[in-house]
């Protein structure tokens, strides 16, 4: 019986990695210009029947199996005018492919767009020919510039976009891992960890008015420290700095699932496990952090170990909590929380010394981290970590709290938030939820009742989802 669970279990296991695979492999049409990545100015390009030819030079960097021309608003074409696309390799002079079209049939007026599509064709440099051979007295077609661009007529240097074969990963690569970091909050990380590598106190800035909003220094040091030690080891540019972290944020990114998946496969909740797994890696939250380079997946990444480790490994569950806190605080929240189940957990006459410990063990390495920076400025350092406490609600991505609202500010404006987060505590003292159930109900409440929130906040409610998930035992149908 045994062999047979495990042969169906490692089958599982491969279905599970090659579905996987093939979708991050899977080819798909993308295209490889888009508004945001044209900056040079485009006028127009008409295609009449005194003047019927517009050839633009591509150069596409992955097999061709497409292009589209951005079209102005309004076309002085019938739907039955036939359009001629041919498209020459510029090294042989060779026709590698020619269509004949009826406008109606590509033109997509939604997008203000005509579409070609045909089968891959090799990577190389091409010239793009669009004709309207056929077209009546009258006819034209106007070509040019996605109409987002500012509009300069003197100018007519993009009309393609063009459309290649590519793999889930490559383009999550394109848009994702390979996107500038700099002006985002990681930017600042660098700097921090720049001045601590010349012997300088990163929280000073709090004291005056150098640091801006959001890029004040209010998380505990300890990616300040990582920031250094890298810095030290090398990477001291920045663009050398972001690759080697990218490389950190994803491989946590990736470990964080492996462990939800794991965790619930391991209680035979298959379905669940999967359902983790593929919700953390692809939800939108993750990929934004992917894309801005964030520290979050590293301090959800000690977060969820903490979580799945705290019924058995209880030291390795608080010292990884505490790691998450000391490289962002988001989960500061959940101190009480994990405070009440250490005391309730406890035997009645070792809940003192049990609760005290843990305590330690939670607070070591962020107090550590902060030593050198209370010693030198503690005004600085309380100043920098009570900033997100008392800083005014203006980040909230349109969707305004009740506080702002009521036009309360300052620390008052926690009052909501806290009030609920304290029904969630005595729920949790009464043990009537669990770590995991509690947890999630403790950051949706931050995410919908803190008085600033960021895209990113959403991303830390996401681990506790499946795990409370899988502690429902009975689901009555009615």
Sequence with gaps: MKYAFKKSGSIFLLGVCLFLFTILLWPLRYSTSDTEQLSDPVGSISVTPDKPVVNVQIYPSRSLVGVSFWTAEKQKVQGDTLLELVITNSNTGEVAISREMQFSHVFQK????????????RSSPYLVSLRIPDASAGQSLTLRGPLKIIDDKTSAQTVVQVLEKRSLYSIFYTHLFSATAEGEDIYYYWLRGG??????????????????????PGHFPVFYWLSALSQQA?????????????????????????????????????????????????????LYVIRVAHVDFVAIFFLTASLVLFEKKRFLSLLAFGVSLGIKQVAIFLVPLYIIFIWVQAEKGKRVTATLKGILVMAIVPLISLIPFVIDSPKSVATGLLFSATRNSQANIGAAPLVSLLKIDGAIGVAPMVFLMLLVFMAAYRKKLSLA?????????????????????????????PLAASEIKKVRLQ
């Design 110 to 121: 939604k997008k203000n767009m005509i579409m070609f599509t045909f089968p891959s064709i």
């Design 195 to 216: 001045e601590i590598v010349k012997g300088e106190n990163p929280y000073v800035c709090s004291l005056d008015d150098t640091c801006i909003n959001h890029k004040n």
């Design 234 to 286: 090398g990477f001291h540019d920045f663009h050398d700095w972001i690759v080697f972290w990218r490389t950190i944020f994803l491989l946590c990114y990736l470990a964080t699932g492996a462990v939800l998946f794991w965790t619930l496969y391991k209680r035979k909740q298959y379905e669940l496990a999967v359902f983790a797994l593929f919700f953390w890696l692809f939800n939108r939250w993750s």
């Design 437 to 465: 159930m509690s947890g999630l109900a403790i950051m949706l409440t931050f995410i919908a009742f803190n008085t600033v929130l960021f895209n990113q906040y959403f991303l830390w409610f996401v681990p506790f989802l």
